[in-house]
């Protein structure tokens, strides 16, 4: 039960309660947490501390909120040996925040005596009117794959999107190294930090269904983002 005489306020003891029936598997993947009035009755807090909480494991990525439904349970396991990656879109809309994007270049070029283009693109998040730049991605799709796909608007649509929609064709495996580099001019303006500071770069191969090479891809994670592990010691 929560301590109200604790000096660890009530949401985060709430909220280290809940992390801890997820991941002894109290709560299973997809199952629907209590709702608030029913945590109200149960912990005797306000409904303000038991959102704060719930507010915050979202952001963990162990809870996922369902319109109609409720909050559900969304701890998987690990399917990638070092690194879960999928569209920037859908992770965050996942989270319930508007994705943004900044094209800083879309042309075609070769690469082997093959035509790719090469889209180059700032990641973020709004909210109100200020966009939190998290991501610099640099993708190099193949032209054989998706002709005419450089037609399209990137600062509006979703790359993975438009390849799964228009080409039917669906990124599903990736093929990543994770690099730590240290930051330049380019991201300390990109990313809006000053000093020199590591930075995180995942670079490799974007997968289809049949095996296929869909995406080489570049990513360098700004001092925006966080990664958090949740595993079974």
């Known amino acids: ?41 149960t912990y005797q807090v306000t409904r303000t501390t038991i959102r704060k909480a719930i507010a915050n494991l979202v952001d963990e990525a162990l809870l996922m909120k369902l319109h109609g439904k409720g909050t559900v349970v969304c701890l998987r396991e690990m399917k990638h040996n070092i690194w879960n990656f999928s569209g920037f879109t859908d992770y965050a809309r996942k989270k319930n925040e508007i994705p943004v994007s900044r094209v800083l270049r879309k042309e075609i070029i070769s690469l082997q005596n093959e035509p790719f283009m090469v889209l180059v ?31 399209y608007d990137f600062t509006e649509q979703s790359l993975y999107q438009i390849m799964n929609q228009r080409y039917n064709i669906y990124p599903q495996n990736a093929a990543l190294g994770i690099h730590p580099i240290m930051s330049d001019a380019r991201t300390r ?23 296929i090479e869909v995406e080489q891809v570049e990513v360098i994670y700004g001092p925006n983002v966080e990664f958090k592990v949740v595993t079974h010691i």
């Open 121 to 151: 693109r700032l990641r973020g998040t709004r909210r109100e009117t200020t966009a939190r730049w998290l991501t610099l991605d640099t993708s190099y799709v193949p032209m054989a794959l998706f002709p005419g796909i450089d037609q």
């Open 189 to 211: 303006e990109l990313f809006e930090f000053d000093g020199d500071i590591p930075l995180i770069m995942a670079k490799g191969s974007v997968l289809g269904e049949d095996g």
């Open 1 to 41: 039960m929560l301590n109200k005489h604790d000096s660890v306020p009530l949401y985060v003891q709430l909220q280290n309660i809940i992390r801890g029936d997820i991941v002894s598997g109290n709560y299973k993947e997809g199952e629907i947490i209590p709702s608030e009035t029913e945590m109200m009755k």
